[in-house]
């Protein structure tokens, strides 16, 4: 028998789930690399870092040929050309302008979630007992009749 290291042995025996746990931090540094990057006066070095990180974590998480059809999806375009342009934005070092871009294209491909968030997020047991109180019983009022069609493409809806 011999001995191998806990990293073979996953790759051997697992390649999937070790993939997607790599993709999983992968995302997650790349997100905290953009953070600290804002935080730090917009510094391009950690935002481009963040971008790197955030998108591969993406395709190992998910796949190289579902993270294309991803982006690709008709629904999806207006969003992916804005983050793909923010993050080119923030490689030809204009970060600021980059950041703004790139938000908003994460906004419109992700905007969903936020809703799933809204929806679910209350029903979990350490967070019901934060939305028992009256004053987290108030949502805004764009979410009451949500549509996960586009996050900033109905801008009419946040308006009174």
Not at 52 to 58: E, M, N
Request: contains cysteine.
């Amino acid at each position: 028998m011999r001995k191998v290291s806990l990293f073979v042995y996953l790759l051997e025996n697992k390649p999937y789930l070790c993939l997607t746990e790599i993709g999983v931090a992968l995302t997650t540094f790349g997100g905290l690399f953009m953070l600290l990057g804002v935080m730090l006066f917009f510094d391009g070095a950690l935002l481009a870092l963040g971008n790197v990180l955030f998108i591969s974590g993406v395709t190992l998480i998910i796949g190289p040929q579902k993270t294309f059809y991803f982006f690709a999806r008709k629904q999806k375009i207006r969003g992916t050309i804005c983050f793909l342009g923010g993050v080119l934005l923030v490689f030809f070092k204009w970060p600021f302008l980059g950041v703004i871009v790139e938000t908003f294209g994460f906004l419109n491909l992700f905007g969903w979630w936020i809703v799933w968030l809204d929806r679910e997020l209350p029903q979990c047991d350490p967070i019901t007992c934060i939305f028992t109180y009256p004053q987290c019983h108030r949502r805004p009022h764009f979410l009451e009749n949500w549509e996960p069609r586009g996050f900033l493409w109905r801008i009419n809806d946040l308006k009174d």
